[in-house]
């Protein structure tokens, strides 16, 4: 018998792509291809993998009407094209993790009649999942609250899932002292210049209480390089945040959904500042969840000043019960099974 065919289509941040490859990992028995755009992180992490597709669709935010027609004119030729490598490559399910290249392999498939399964990670559903959801068989989320977002979509709440190796302890090969209080950094996939900057004036502050700071930069940190510090490591991207999180008494983050759902895994307390120009300021949302959980201390980035954060900050590594108990509560946020109860889903679609 034919082995079943599936069509991943995820792109551009590693919030849609490691759940999207952690969903994959669980289906290895499936023929898999993926659906990406060119020069995103999905050309970095997918070929090793899976053959990977690229369409040239692109977001239709732009307020310019040139640039918004053209966007559209992307979007229909990025459906067509889609629409033939389902029929062509004989594609029996779409599973997609959201954002602009959902679009037109939900539509393509929908034309095609073949099911799609979006899942959405963020406490705030994105635009294309608001659109396009209903036209889905299911559309899972990472929190259950987007619920009441979605009246018109068959809803299921699985949490967000997270690479293989977050379930394992993973030895951490950094110059790292044993004993010493370890602060991670990370602002997303990106990373977060803003975070970068406020991190770098409160280090002196925490190195002399003794910590040592990971600091994942992004690609693009301006000022990558300027601050040297014996308990001082930088990294513009490490594969291994699941052994650093597990290491680290303390995260200062961005509250990307994939990053959350990874503190919660690792059991990590964590002081977040949202990303204020996410989509619907779904970073500021999900962080509240976090929050209110009493997994996370919430700083606003619009007048955040460096006294403030750099206060929370040694706060919280002077405080070990209150790490413990946030620890506990970011532990009760963490859904072990994720994985496999995503991928029993999309199972379960191409068997109706
Ligand atoms: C700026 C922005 O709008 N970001 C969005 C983007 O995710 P974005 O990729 O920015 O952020 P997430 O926190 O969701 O995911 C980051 C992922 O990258 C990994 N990582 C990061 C740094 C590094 O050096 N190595 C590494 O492996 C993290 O472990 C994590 O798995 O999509 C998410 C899911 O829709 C949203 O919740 C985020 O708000």
Redesign the pocket.
């Given at each position: 018998m034919a082995p079943t065919r599936l069509l991943v289509a995820a792109s551009g941040?590693?919030?849609?792509l490691?759940p999207a490859l952690a969903v994959a990992e669980q289906l290895s028995d499936w023929e898999i291809e993926w659906l990406g755009v060119p020069n995103r992180l999905e050309t970095k992490l997918v070929p090793a993998c899976y053959p990977l597709r690229t369409v040239p669709v692109e977001g239709l935010q732009s307020r310019s009407p040139l640039r918004l027609l053209r966007a559209l004119g992307l979007l229909g030729l990025s459906t067509l094209q889609v629409w033939r490598l389902l029929r062509d490559r004989r594609v029996d399910i779409v599973f997609t993790?959201?954002?602009y290249i959902a679009a037109p392999a939900i539509v393509a498939a929908r034309q095609l009649r073949i099911p799609a399964l979006l899942h959405e990670?963020?406490a705030i559903p994105?635009r294309v999942t608001r659109w396009l959801g209903p036209q889905c068989q299911t559309v899972a989320l990472g929190f259950a609250d987007a619920a009441k977002r979605l009246p018109r979509c068959q809803t299921v709440w699985t949490s967000t899932p997270v690479r293989e190796r977050f379930r394992s302890p993973q030895p951490l090969a950094l110059p790292v002292p044993e004993n010493a209080p370890l602060i991670a950094v990370?602002g997303?996939?990106?990373g977060a210049v803003a975070v970068n900057r406020l991190v770098r004036a409160c280090a002196p502050a925490w190195f002399a209480a003794g910590a040592t700071v990971v600091h994942?930069t992004g690609e693009r940190d301006p000022d990558a390089g300027t601050m040297k510090h014996p308990q001082y490591v930088e990294?513009p991207?490490?594969?291994n945040?699941a052994g650093l999180f597990q290491r680290a008494d303390l995260a200062v983050s961005?509250?990307?959904?994939?990053?959350?759902t990874?503190l919660a895994f690792t059991r990590t307390p964590s002081v977040l500042i949202p990303?204020p120009f996410?989509?619907d300021d779904?970073?500021a949302y999900?962080a509240a969840a976090f929050a209110s959980a009493g997994a996370a201390v919430v700083l606003s980035q619009a007048n955040l000043e460096r006294d403030h954060l750099q206060t929370a900050v040694l706060e919280l590594l002077g405080d070990r019960e209150r790490r413990a108990a946030m620890a506990a509560r970011a532990a009760s946020l963490a859904v072990p099974e994720s994985a496999e109860q995503l991928a029993a889903l999309v199972r379960a679609a191409v068997e109706r």
């Open positions: 941040t590693g919030g849609h490691f993790t959201g954002g990670s963020n994105g990370v997303g996939s990106q994942l990294l991207f490490y594969d945040v961005r509250a990307g959904a994939g990053t959350l990874e990303f996410a989509a779904h970073q999900n």
